[in-house]
């Protein structure tokens, strides 16, 4: 075991000095906390109250991470209908999103094929599970299901986030969602999209998304600014300032390419040729 004062190891951490072994000692004793209060992790957090070894237990989390879920998949199903029923309003936001994707992705055959194959649809919907459980207080579940979505489906969105109803997240690999993040109702969001801190700011940090915007490919809106309604980004681009309504901004970094005409509403269309 490497041993020494952490300071020497990470210069420039301003975390508060800590002995050696004493983290791990923490982790253990909120692990026993949490497998009290929500039982149906404990299976999974045995692996950190049970480990002999501090060795054993980070191999035994990465292991058990990478194999994915420890939870048995009843138990996870329960949990989850058992959200879904005590918040109708979730289903009828997935309902408007299994109907939004429908609409608005060309190769898709139908609503059975949205539940069943889309990676970004279930991974909104998992979303909207944590969130649920986030509000109710039971931050550490809402973390561990969040975790796991990002493992399975790939998009990552940080629980707290807050997402409206008919919302496409079209193929869902890489998509980030930071903390702070609102997206609003009929928005679509392609791969490779990250909405994110500029690392400059703290608290309220994250873009705001309103209403019926489509933001394109790999684009990255940084900060806490708002893409006004009805716009559209463009793939590739870099949103580092506020974006107006009904507007289509583009590059690196972004700027104003295109005023719309007030009948457009690109992310119901997913229009990416009008002119
Ligand atoms: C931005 C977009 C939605 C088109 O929107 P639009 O409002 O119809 O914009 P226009 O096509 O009129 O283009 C306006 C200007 O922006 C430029 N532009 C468009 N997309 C751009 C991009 N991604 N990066 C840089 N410039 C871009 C155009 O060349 C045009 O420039 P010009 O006026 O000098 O000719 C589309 O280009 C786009 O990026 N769609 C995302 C598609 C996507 O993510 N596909 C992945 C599918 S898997």
Request: aromatic share 2%.
């Amino acid at each position: 075991m490497v041993s020494g004062n952490k300071a020497e190891k990470y210069p420039g951490s301003t975390a508060a000095p800590m002995a050696d072994g004493e983290a791990w000692d923490l982790v253990r004793a909120e692990s026993g906390i949490l497998a009290a209060s929500e039982p149906v992790m404990e299976p999974t957090l045995r692996l950190i109250t049970h480990a002999r070894t501090n060795a054993e237990l980070l191999g035994g989390i990465l292991a058990s991470r990478l194999a994915l879920a420890r939870i048995d998949e009843q138990s996870l199903a329960t949990i989850l209908s058992g959200i879904f029923d005590a918040d109708p309003d979730i289903l009828i936001a997935a309902e408007a999103d299994l109907r939004a994707v429908r609409e608005r992705d060309p190769a898709c055959p139908g609503l059975m094929h949205v539940l069943m194959n889309l990676k970004g649809f279930q991974a909104l919907q998992t979303h909207r599970a944590a969130h649920r459980l986030w509000l109710d207080g039971r931050k550490e579940m809402a973390n561990w299901l969040s975790n796991l979505a990002s493992l399975v489906f790939g998009p990552d969105i940080h629980p707290a986030a807050r997402i409206g109803s008919a919302v496409m997240l079209d193929h869902g690999s890489g998509i980030v969602v930071g903390e702070t993040t609102v997206i609003e109702d009929q928005v679509s969001i392609l791969q490779n999209v990250t909405l994110g801190g500029t690392g400059k700011e703290t608290g309220d940090r994250h873009p705001k998304i309103r209403r019926g915007v489509m933001i394109g490919a790999g684009a990255k809106i940084l900060g806490n600014i708002e893409v006004g309604a009805y716009s559209k980004v463009a793939a590739g681009s870099v949103v580092l300032k506020p974006v107006p309504p009904r507007t289509t901004v583009a590059g690196v970094p972004a700027t104003v390419v295109r005023i719309h005409r007030v009948d457009e509403v690109p992310a119901a269309e997913m229009d990416q040729t009008i002119v």
